[in-house]
């Protein structure tokens, strides 16, 4: 089993790999037409956006003590879902 610092640290690589990505995508930007720029951007937007949300859940789940640290933990694994989901999104919509 994981300690709260392994965990943590698997948990900062992955923002630390969406954000590589995400960078990544951007710069994939310049060769779309305009229609699907305007979309493209609003899906990195709305990726970036939640990769930020990420950072401060983690954030919460650092200084989380052993009383709240179950539930801090499930609410980091919700956004996480969330943030993996939008991730395929937006790089099966690049892919095209």
Do not use: C, H, P
Not at 36 to 48: A, C, I, R, S, V
């Amino acid at each position: 089993m994981e300690t709260r610092e392994q965990y943590i640290q698997v948990l900062k690589a992955q923002l630390y790999e969406w954000q590589t990505n995400l960078d990544n995508l951007k710069a994939k930007l310049g060769g779309a037409s305009i229609g699907g720029k305007m979309e493209m951007n609003q899906m990195l937007t709305d990726f970036e956006n939640q990769i930020e949300e990420g950072k401060g859940k983690l954030a919460e789940l650092e200084a989380a003590n052993d009383e709240n640290w179950d539930l801090t933990k499930d609410g980091v694994e919700n956004v996480w879902a969330t943030i993996t989901t939008t991730f395929y999104d937006v790089s099966s919509k690049f892919e095209d």
